[in-house]
């Protein structure tokens, strides 16, 4: 059986190790996404000597069945929808609407709370590696490969520090390319896979995020 990592910070190290070949990249972006992905994020960022920023997606969930994905929107304004269950359902366009600016209200507070106000990282024409401190069913992060495409990345890279096999294949296939540090065959969950596993704080977030833009200006 592969081994554990201790936290975030050690999976990230290891994430960041399989990454090398994109260090000191002027194209090359690092997009975390938050909470649990940030402190992966850092320490590639770091290696990478690349900026970090969030990129944060929130799922329009079907009220009443919230587990029903109708589509998810995204930093940068983006909205996709899943448009064949929304044909299937016959949802009306206002019933969207309504959720997407509930959520809408909620990915601005976050981002305001994360960034500071301070506007997001350009992705357009640029490398983007999209960090989360794992894969599961990876519904969240296919979520963020769609909306992502819309704001024109030359590419997008995947980088998970443990992911199920299957998962991991599948999202090669989605974006430009996949890395998982581990793909263990028996998963059974990404927080089996770290002895430390506790919830990322917002204050986390934003000191991390704080000292990755600090680090940038005196590069």
Same mark, same amino acid.
């Given at each position: %059986?592969a081994?554990?990592?201790? @936290?975030?910070?050690?999976a990230?190290?290891?994430?960041?190790?399989k990454?090398? +070949?994109?260090?000191?990249?002027?194209? /090359?972006?690092?997009?975390?996404?938050?909470?649990g992905?940030?402190?992966v994020?850092? #320490? /590639?960022?770091?290696?990478?000597?690349?900026?970090? !920023?969030?990129? /944060?997606?929130r799922?329009?969930?079907?009220?009443g069945?919230?587990?029903?994905a %109708?589509?998810?929107?995204?930093? +940068?304004?983006v909205?996709?929808l899943?448009?064949q269950?929304?044909?299937y359902?016959?949802?009306p366009?206002? $019933?969207i609407?309504? /959720?997407?600016?509930?959520?809408?209200?909620?990915?601005e507070?976050?981002?305001q $709370?994360y960034r @500071?106000?301070?506007?997001a990282?350009?992705v357009? &024409?640029?490398?983007?590696?999209?960090? !989360?401190d +794992?894969l599961?069913?990876g519904?969240?992060m296919?979520a963020? *490969?769609?909306?992502?495409?819309?704001?024109?990345?030359?590419r997008?890279?995947?980088?998970v520090? *443990?992911?199920p096999? @299957?998962?991991?294949?599948?999202?090669?296939?989605?974006?430009d #390319?996949?890395?998982?540090?581990?793909?263990?065959?028996f998963? &059974?969950?990404? &927080?089996?896979?770290?002895?430390?596993?506790?919830?990322?704080?917002?204050?986390e977030?934003?000191?991390?995020l704080?000292?990755?833009r600090r680090?940038?200006?005196?590069a």
């Amino acid at each position: %059986m592969a081994d554990k990592f201790q @936290n975030r910070v050690e999976a990230g190290r290891a994430l960041a190790e399989k990454l090398k +070949g994109y260090a000191n990249l002027s194209e /090359v972006v690092v997009l975390a996404l938050p909470r649990g992905g940030v402190p992966v994020a850092f #320490e /590639v960022a770091k290696t990478l000597n690349a900026p970090l !920023d969030i990129f /944060v997606v929130r799922k329009l969930g079907l009220p009443g069945q919230e587990e029903l994905a %109708m589509g998810a929107i995204a930093s +940068g304004g983006v909205r996709v929808l899943n448009q064949q269950l929304v044909n299937y359902l016959n949802i009306p366009e206002e $019933l969207i609407d309504r /959720v997407a600016a509930q959520e809408q209200q909620e990915l601005e507070r976050r981002e305001q $709370l994360y960034r @500071n106000h301070r506007p997001a990282l350009e992705v357009d &024409g640029r490398t983007v590696i999209l960090v !989360d401190d +794992g894969l599961a069913t990876g519904s969240t992060m296919r979520a963020a *490969v769609e909306a992502l495409r819309q704001l024109a990345p030359a590419r997008i890279i995947i980088a998970v520090p *443990v992911s199920p096999p @299957n998962v991991c294949r599948e999202f090669s296939r989605i974006a430009d #390319e996949c890395i998982c540090a581990l793909t263990p065959q028996f998963f &059974g969950g990404v &927080g089996k896979w770290y002895r430390d596993f506790s919830q990322t704080t917002d204050e986390e977030v934003r000191d991390l995020l704080e000292r990755a833009r600090r680090k940038q200006q005196t590069a």
